[in-house]
């Protein structure tokens, strides 16, 4: 059953016809949503460089920094201009793709994500893959092998174990990893990027949890599909097993698991930060852990901008790809 919709008041003909179409209003709501963020990351980035206490180019600069040099800092970056002024030009810069000038190594904080950020996506989106191609099938063959009370042991098994691999945190996966296949067996490099054999322990450590996570959710969610009266019906036409489990049944079960999917997309990027410094990856990780210690807080703030914007589109493409999937619960919702 649709939902009704009205048009907005004082609109007419065509436009009340857009917009009272549930994909324009989906969009709509959308990009109001997302912009909403932006402005809420750029204004938090914004004022974390005025809210911490001290002088920040000082302790970037170090304590024997003359004071004129000081003071030549503050005046490139801004700092001694009224904030309003301040915040003006600062959004005024990001709209002109600028992210300001490194306080350390007077290098553009543009340029220097740019040549970190593709370690960071490559080993972000390797851990993603990797943990959908061992989520899917492991939920759905349990789903199948615990359906209806059968297989109580493996159930047990399962989920222990799921649970346990999800509640390690990634750095501590990572240490493990480095530990067993790297010191003691030496099958893969300790650190760095040097080769295809580089990326393993670190996806490893990155997609673990999530993995164990999403086979669950995928488990019960494939659970539930398979009582349902269209998959009673597809058996009743006497397809076979593997046709009503992977045809019928796995793409209505995949709408949770793919929100699901998108929130651990989201929380990879964000477990890059220690991960790579773990494995000394030349990524944004390792960049914005430096830039804290040096007290470069032009960098920081670049850099927290980055992970914070690749978050909030992947949660709007998420969004867009469950409307396409559901029409009727994602774009019909309020």
């Known amino acids: 059953m649709k939902t009704p919709t009205t048009a907005a008041p004082g609109l007419t003909g065509r436009a009340a016809g857009l917009w009272s179409h549930p994909w324009f209003r989906f969009a709509l709501r959308r990009t109001r949503r997302l912009l909403l963020g932006l402005w809420v990351l750029v204004t938090a980035s914004f004022l974390m460089i005025h809210l911490i206490p001290g002088d920040p180019v000082r302790a970037a600069l170090g304590p024997t920094a003359p004071a004129d040099l000081v003071q030549a800092t503050k005046e490139e970056l801004g700092l001694l201009d009224p904030l309003w002024q301040q915040y003006a030009g600062f959004l005024g810069r990001l709209l002109q793709g600028d992210l300001g000038v490194s306080i350390t190594s007077r290098l553009p904080v543009g340029e220097m994500i740019g040549q970190r950020l593709p370690a960071t996506v490559e080993l972000a989106v390797a851990a993603f893959v990797l943990a959908l191609v ?3 099938p492991v939920g759905v063959v ?3 092998i615990t359906r209806r009370g059968k297989g109580r042991r493996t159930e047990l098994a399962f989920t222990g174990t799921s649970v346990l691999l999800s509640a390690i945190p990634d750095f501590l996966l990572a240490v493990g990893l480095v530990y067993l ?3 003691q067996t030496r ?15 670190p996806t490893l450590a990155l997609a673990i949890g999530p993995a164990a996570v999403l086979s669950r959710i995928v488990r019960v969610e494939m659970l539930a599909v398979m009582e349902a009266d269209y998959i009673r019906t597809a058996r009743a036409k006497r397809l076979t097993p593997v046709r009503v489990q992977l045809v019928h049944a796995l793409p209505n079960a995949v709408t949770a698991s793919l929100t699901l999917g998108g929130m651990l997309l989201s929380s990879l990027v964000a477990g890059t930060v220690l991960v790579e410094n773990v494995f000394a990856w030349p990524g944004l990780g390792s960049t914005i852990v430096s830039s804290i210690v040096a007290k470069d ?3 920081v703030q670049g850099t927290v901008l980055v992970y914070g914007v690749g978050v909030l589109l992947i949660n709007t493409l998420v969004d867009v790809l469950l409307a396409l999937l559901d029409p009727r619960s994602t774009i019909g919702a309020a």
């Open 134 to 136: 061992v989520a899917v």
């Open 142 to 144: 349990m789903a199948v």
């Open 181 to 183: 296949l790297a010191v």
């Open 187 to 201: 099958l893969f490099p300790v650190a760095g990027l040097e080769g295809l054999d580089s990326y393993v322990l």
């Open 297 to 299: 807080y032009p960098l």
